[in-house]
């Protein structure tokens, strides 16, 4: 049986989409390429460089494995909650990957990062610290960090103030400085205790956030 896998990127964050990176392809070429050196660990992606990980991701790319990226917007974490979420977002990278391989997914050994199994699906295994433990979820860990990324980054052009580029979409200095000037916006979980608190009227918004730098 073939192995699939799957970890997620931005749970925590106030902003912007849930996304769940999918791998799959020869784990032994994986663990060659995003071994760290003179360890038995694997490279975590939030400790990586963006240079670093993308020029990682193309490697793993070259050398076959194929990927898949879901995302769960802020509306519908909001609406589902935080783990109706992550289903969504790992069954739709799930899909993704699907359209690049021949194998049924559903022949797939998915390998999830951590205690709980979210999919509830008969042919998952966990594996707590699977980012370090295993190379095809953490090939799955960079392509959801860079996807990531990339959709805050574009974010942060349209909705410039609430420090996405810089935060992507975590508790920054300036991100709160954002939400208690302007309130939360359509990227925002409003669900969220940190975002309904922050957001909460003020008798007058008289800073911005560029003092916060």
Known sequence: MMSVGIDEVGRGAWAGPLAVGVAAGDERIAGHILRRRQTESYYDSKALSPQRRRALLQQLQHAGL???VGYATALEIDTLGLTAALVMAAERGLVELGRKTTAAIDDHC???DG????LQRSNVQMIVGGDRAHPLIAAASIA???ARDAVMASLDQELPYWDFLAS???GSKRHRFGLLWQGPSVEHRRSFRPVQALSAPLPTRFFSPQEAK
């Open 66 to 68: 194929d990927f898949g």
């Open 110 to 112: 998915l390998l999830l």
């Open 115 to 118: 205690k709980h199994n979210y």
């Open 144 to 146: 959801a960090k860079l």
């Open 168 to 170: 992507k979409g975590y």
